[in-house]
């Protein structure tokens, strides 16, 4: 069946502008997750998703990042005044539940000039 | 706060060697530890995990061993194809679809022929 997506693939934007960046949960799915991959680093954890619960934002590097979900399916990261350490590839994840392993989307590679 | 250690950042291997990463975590609590294999462009697909519960899991080429005591996990393949290359993450949770995973810093793997 359909995996995670991820939209757009490719983002270069300049400095101090805004982007929103999209992930489509696996159906069913009803955990979801966002991670930041930099250069040469591992994968950051930003924030998580489950159900209609609270989401937990304490991976957020700061109050220029923040996300929603939409009726428990798609979400929406947005990053206002983009910097350039902002570059990097962001990751969404989803799972079916507290049981099951995450599946990740291919990414969105954002280039901040 | 919460650390996964990976060694080694990169590594090269003889087509039909095997190859082994290992990484610590600093959390006690973390009972789940997934593997992932990211390629170029992709994103990081789930490759074999381990539960606390248990020493050792095979599938095929790829074996994932755990030591709760040092706080140790390993990642092995046996008989090595070039099509193994790519980078390797490991990752540490208190569960499987819970939360969020800790990863580690990869391990790019290549796969001389």
């Known amino acids: 069946g359909a995996g995670v997506s991820q939209s757009p693939s490719n983002k270069v934007t300049e400095k101090g502008k805004d982007v929103e960046l999209r992930c489509d949960p696996i159906?069913?799915?009803?955990?979801l997750y966002w991670y930041r991959q930099s250069l040469g680093q591992g994968l950051e954890f930003l924030i998580y998703?489950?159900?209609?619960?609270?989401?937990?934002k304490s991976g957020l590097p700061s109050d220029r990042f923040s996300a929603e979900r939409t009726g428990g399916s798609v979400s929406t990261l947005t990053i206002q005044r983009t910097q350039q350490e902002d570059s990097a590839v962001y990751l969404c994840?989803?799972?079916?539940?507290?049981?099951?392993?995450?599946?990740f989307g291919p990414g969105t590679r954002l280039t901040v000039t | 706060g919460e650390n996964v250690e990976q060694h080694p950042s990169t590594l090269s291997v003889q087509e039909g060697d095997s190859a082994v990463i290992k990484c610590t975590y600093s959390?006690?609590?973390?009972?789940?530890f997934p593997w992932y294999k990211q390629e170029l462009g992709k994103g990081p697909q789930l490759i074999i995990d381990?539960?606390?519960?248990?020493g050792e899991k095979k599938d095929q080429r790829i074996a994932v061993t755990l030591n709760k005591t040092a706080k140790h996990f390993s990642l092995h393949i046996t008989e090595t194809q070039p099509e193994d290359s790519a980078v390797y993450f490991c990752?540490?949770?208190?569960?499987?679809?819970?939360?969020?995973?800790?990863f580690g810093t990869g391990t790019r793997l290549k796969v001389l022929a």
């Open positions: 994840a989803s799972s079916f539940g507290y049981l099951y392993e995450q599946y």
């Open positions: 159906s069913g799915h009803t955990a």
């Open positions: 998703f489950q159900g209609n619960s609270a989401p937990d």
């Open positions: 959390d006690s609590a973390s009972n789940y």
């Open positions: 381990i539960r606390s519960n248990v």
């Open positions: 990752a540490a949770s208190k569960g499987p679809g819970t939360y969020k995973y800790i």
